[in-house]
């Protein structure tokens, strides 16, 4: 474990604005301490770069690897051509003898999403297997920068509640007019 100033590495908090270098298994801990909810994971492969989305479990007691999530676009498998979006735990994603990093260089020119956001365009991802991205890499970006999902259930309501208030309306400017041609 390497120290600086008296400190060893996984005791301290890093932000990583862009890209971090490549760690391997066993330097879990300091990836552990680095990576925030939303931030672009690449796992470096033997068949080619793997994406995925790290996501820190709400309410973990720890900071270690059980404590993430990722969430990635898996490529087809066998005769099923469709890709799916998977929820996995770290040690699925990032297996031994794979190297990781964080890879938000997409950062530097386009403006990212909040976590909560984040977590919002997950959902839509999990629940809504319509959706085509091209690639993993294509995924990740959408769900860090990508169009928001809309609220649905709150633009519903929106709609009922003005659409009632504008029949309403419509009904009791017909009542009036109707009573004052009665009185006329």
Known sequence: MACTGGKPVTAMKFTVMTRSKWLGVDETSVFCNVMETGDILEVERPNGNH???GIRIEGAKSKGPESIVVVSLQPPSGKDKSRKVVKEPLHQFWTSGTRIRINNNSDRDHPY???????KQIEHALKHTDRKWHN???????????EKVPERRRQESDVAKWGSLSASAGVWMFMKN????NTE
């Open 113 to 119: 999403h909040d976590e909560i956001q984040i977590r």
């Open 51 to 53: 994406w995925g989305v």
């Open 178 to 181: 109707r009573r004052r041609r």
């Open 136 to 146: 993993p890499e294509h995924f990740v970006y959408w769900c860090r920068h990508g």
